[in-house]
């Protein structure tokens, strides 16, 4: 009999030894860009550093951007990020936020997912006077697949919190509604194409008041390329204001290179 306990013991302490350990969320997560869900894997941390400059201004300017996002659950991922409006100036001109993505339904043909975060913007959006914005973002992302392609579509809405820093930095919402197309040219490099319309209302009144005369019509191409699991190389060219009222006024020509670590 004690052998017999003895044996189970031993199989049992074999059994759990030989166990499978779980996967490793870097190297289960997609290399084509197309089948990538909305939300992170569970325990899986990923960090974006991205550059963006035009040399459409006087003297040249340049962005520069970094994001963190760690995937609480298969479902939930949470994300801060931080945006120099100017590298020159970047006490100056800023962005912070704080966002929450939750995937709300999901399967291969669609998935769809609920945004919510908070946005302070510090000189953000005027360079002649300074001043603190803040907004909370509300929105939710759609993403259609069929074969190579795939189709995103991101409506959000910042509604400005309280009044602005001074009368010359009124609070300003804001509408968007990104589009992009993005095609599987391989099992490690995708293109992509971005286009949609977004606009702001005037001096914090009612959220579509202003819209009509503040609209752009962005159009954008890029290409993604999956490195190694743990590594993505991007780069992207956009004329943030190709239609609408303020294509008269600005003529930007953007080129975003960027990359994303993942852990």
Request: glycine share 8%.
């Amino acid at each position: 009999m004690k052998l017999l306990m003895i044996s189970i013991v031993l199989a049992a302490s074999a059994g759990t030894a030989l166990a499978d350990p779980p996967p490793d969320p870097v190297t289960t997560w997609s290399s084509e860009l197309t089948e990538r869900p909305l939300t992170l894997s569970s325990q899986l941390f990923e960090v974006r550093v991205d550059s963006t400059s035009d040399s459409t201004v006087v003297g040249g300017w340049a962005e520069l951007g970094v994001s963190a996002a760690y995937g609480v659950t298969d479902r939930f991922t949470l994300e801060v990020a931080h945006h120099c409006g100017d590298i020159g100036a970047c006490a100056d001109s800023s962005e912070t936020a704080l966002h929450a993505l939750y995937s709300i339904a999901r399967s291969h043909a669609l998935e769809v997912a609920v945004l919510a975060g908070v946005e302070r913007y510090e000189n953000y959006f005027d360079f002649f006077e300074s001043g603190t914005r803040r907004s909370l973002q509300l929105g939710a992302t759609f993403k259609l697949r069929a074969g190579q392609l795939a189709l995103v579509v991101a409506p959000s809405v910042n509604l400005a919190l309280g009044p602005g820093s001074d009368e010359y930095i009124p609070q300003v919402s804001t509408v968007k509604v990104p589009v992009t197309l993005e095609y599987q040219a391989t099992s490690r490099i995708a293109a992509y194409a971005r286009t949609g319309i977004g606009g702001s209302t005037a001096d914090n009144s009612a959220l579509l008041v202003g819209f009509a005369q503040s609209f752009s019509v962005p159009l954008a191409v890029g290409t993604l390329v999956d490195v190694t699991h743990r590594c993505d190389l991007g780069a992207e060219l956009a004329y943030p204001y190709s239609l609408g009222p303020e294509s008269t006024v600005f003529h930007d020509r953007q080129i975003d290179l960027y990359a994303q670590l993942r852990w």
